[in-house]
């Protein structure tokens, strides 16, 4: 059996930190279900485990890169409260962004979503619905933050995450259909929303910025109902592009 040494916790443990992500070029997941929805999309450097977890997967278990773990071990690797029976640590993968392609379908927009569960629950979100691009702010949380990959359950498998100057990005595709989230916006019932552009989403707390904004053709709002009625004062960034992206696939 490998012997797992200090070094080698401390080096999955700085796995929570965007800088020792982007240095090492690796992320973790954690958790059963997170480490069998993902093990085959990643390229895998190593998998942590308990002898019970192993014995439960004989296939995984006869990897090269599984490795027995005591408890104590996965704790001191851990980001979770409650540390999980398996961590996996993969790959960053290398993925080409091409920007005429991409916009054959609908693509996100996120212009700096900070909270990791936001985009994590998005990534989840998109990956239901069809998307599977999404382009970035650089201020946009990581999304292969711990969180954010528990958050996703598996669809980081399935969506690409670019991460550049927004505007740019956005101008580089060259949609006629560039459609933004805002609160004065047009009913979204009433507009004929297209098959395919960007739909861009804003910042938790600021929406979309103005640099971001001077891109959008269409601007949309979710009516809240009755409209008269006192509500809260915006939906959350993950629940209003949910409804957002339904409304776009509903009126295919």
């Known amino acids: 059996m490998e012997t797992i040494t200090n070094n080698v916790c401390k080096f999955v443990a700085s796995l929570d930190e965007r800088k020792h992500r982007r240095r090492e070029g690796a992320f973790k997941a954690e958790g059963t279900k997170c480490v069998l929805d993902t093990i085959g999309h990643f390229s895998l450097r190593h998998l942590f485990a308990t002898a019970e977890w192993l014995e439960s997967h ?10 027995r773990a005591s408890r104590a071990d996965l704790r001191k690797m851990s980001s979770l409260t409650t540390p999980a029976d398996v961590i996996a640590v993969y790959d960053i993968p290398t993925r080409q962004f091409d920007p005429r392609a991409a916009v054959s379908n609908l693509v996100l927009a996120l212009d ?6 936001n985009l994590g629950t998005i990534i989840r979100v998109a990956d239901w619905y ?31 995450l670019h991460y550049g100057d927004l505007p740019a990005m956005i101008r580089e595709m060259g949609s006629a259909n560039i459609y933004g989230t805002f609160l004065d916006g047009d009913d979204i019932d009433s507009v004929q929303l297209s098959s395919s552009g960007i739909i861009v989403i804003g910042n938790e707390g600021n ?5 971001v904004a001077s ?3 269409r601007r949309l ?10 509500t809260g004062e915006s939906l959350n960034a993950a629940i209003a592009t949910a409804i957002t992206i339904s409304k776009f696939r509903s009126s295919r």
Do not use: H, L, N
Request: hydrophobic residues 30%; glycine residues 6%.
């Open 58 to 67: 004989p296939d995984i278990a006869s990897r090269q890169e599984s490795v």
């Open 112 to 117: 700096t979503i900070q909270d990791p569960g």
């Open 130 to 160: 069809g998307i599977t691009t999404i382009i970035c702010s650089r201020e946009t949380a990581d999304c292969y933050a711990p969180k954010v990959i528990q958050a996703t359950m598996g669809s980081i498998s399935r969506v690409s």
């Open 207 to 211: 929406g979309i910025s103005d640099q």
């Open 215 to 217: 891109t959008v053709t």
């Open 221 to 230: 709002t979710i009516p809240s109902f009755p409209p008269d009625r006192p």
